[in-house]
Antibody
């Protein structure tokens, strides 16, 4: 059974740092791109960052580029998100999600988030 | 970046109703679109990808259609567990963007 479980959320002051982690199981972790998606209170979904299976490719939303760093350890089946210079607008539930490539009729569809964790809440406030 | 606009933002319906949610993109994206369902306090769940392909385990009352700039998610006969938020997502390009969401309520 595929499982992803986030940890590391909490209350942090503006300008502070926090590191989120995601533990994955039930699939060949290194074969999948992984991503973080966040949801501010009462708002919709916002993609934050993704990292390729071997970690060579990383991508960030403009809103977090230069402040957040995504990384992974395939030997431990873990995904991390280092968040620096946090702002009030970073307050959200952060979801770890498996990003699958699903193919149909010879066409492949990427960045399909097929399994999600339950999320971890990050609150940036003084 | 391509914008995804869902309509309506709020939809009231009853058990047994047929409902349709629309996702319109600011530029054509072929069929590179997914739909997710999210219940309060829970993680999103993948329903449909490739605009019309049902994810394994999703009930057949859910269906998707569309290509280019106009897409629809249809629930043929609403069940009590279907009352939730629904989001569309553009696939195959980063940054990945989601629609603003549709709240389906009783």
């Amino acid at each position: 059974e595929v499982q992803v479980l986030e940890s590391g959320g909490g209350l942090v002051q503006p300008g502070g740092s926090l590191r989120l982690s995601c533990a994955a199981s039930g699939f060949i972790f290194g074969s999948f791109t992984m991503g973080w998606v966040r949801q501010a209170p009462g708002k919709g979904l916002e993609w934050v960052s993704s990292i390729s299976g071997f970690g060579a490719g990383t991508h960030y939303a403009d809103s977090v580029r230069g402040r957040f760093t995504i990384s992974r350890d395939n030997s431990k089946n873990t995904l991390d998100l280092q968040m620096n210079s946090l702002r009030a607008e970073d307050t959200a539930v952060y979801y770890c999600a498996r990003s699958a490539v699903l193919c149909r009729n010879g066409v492949c569809f990427e960045n399909v988030f097929d399994f999600w964790g339950q999320g971890t809440l990050v609150t940036v406030s003084s | 970046d391509i914008q995804l606009t869902q309509s309506p933002s709020f939809l009231s319906a009853s058990v047994g109703d047929r409902v349709t949610i629309t996702c319109r993109t600011s530029q054509g994206i072929s069929n590179f679109l997914a739909w997710y369902q999210q219940k309060p306090g829970k993680a999103p769940k993948l329903l449909i990808y490739a605009a019309s392909t049902l994810q394994t385990g999703v009930p057949s009352r859910f269906s998707g259609s569309g290509s280019g700039t106009d897409f629809t998610l249809t629930i043929s006969s609403l069940q009590p567990e279907d009352f939730a938020f629904y989001y569309c997502q553009r696939l195959n390009v980063l940054p990945s963007t989601f629609g603003q969401g549709t709240k389906l309520e009783i």
